[in-house]
């Protein structure tokens, strides 16, 4: 078992966030978010490397030598999430914030009634809008899907099949969960980019602005 769900978010014990991470996690959602990753291209990333996971050949799309990253990257979205789902913070947006949903529609009856779509609004196309209103609600739906330990296990096997000439469809446990799995890991993607855009970019333009130089 790599996490134990304790009475403080200082407590876990995570893959890849490290103590300063747990201490401060809208800092390092900041950081992910401005210097590590954009989230379009790490999107189009997970596609590739859940394609080529899933290939029967040796085809690979993307680039595979990448995938270590991307590994990575996907974990720490997940633990991020977990560390956030049992933290105390409160994550609801604000009702005049502009990415609030007015309604719990997908993003396709959200395009139908606005007027203008903007970024980082375009971002959010898999999250309904009571997920981004409140992303704890994604949270608690993320991990009653699969636990932190089952994620990591996913994580790996995909890694493992984006590498050899099997695909991850063909493993038992988790294969036939491969749709859901990829829209999970789409949507935690967009659900950490909804703490950034509303909580970790307000955090740092006041406290480090200097990561913005």
Known sequence: MKTQLVNTAQEFDFSYLNNDDIDS???CIGYFYTKQVYIEELRQDIHNWVKTACSLSNDQFGDPDQFP????????LLEIAYLLQHDDIDLRIDKDHPIYRLNNDCFGWHIENTQTLSCPDLYYRNLLGDEINDVKTFFEDLFEFNTLDQ?????GLLFIHSKQETSFTQQEEYGYMIIEIQ????????SISVVYETQALPYLNKYYPELFD
């Open 69 to 76: 990253l991307i590994h990575q990257h996907c974990t720490k």
């Open 25 to 27: 996690p809208l800092y």
């Open 151 to 155: 994620w990591y296990k996913i994580l």
């Open 183 to 190: 829209e999970y890991l789409e949507k935690a993607l967009e």
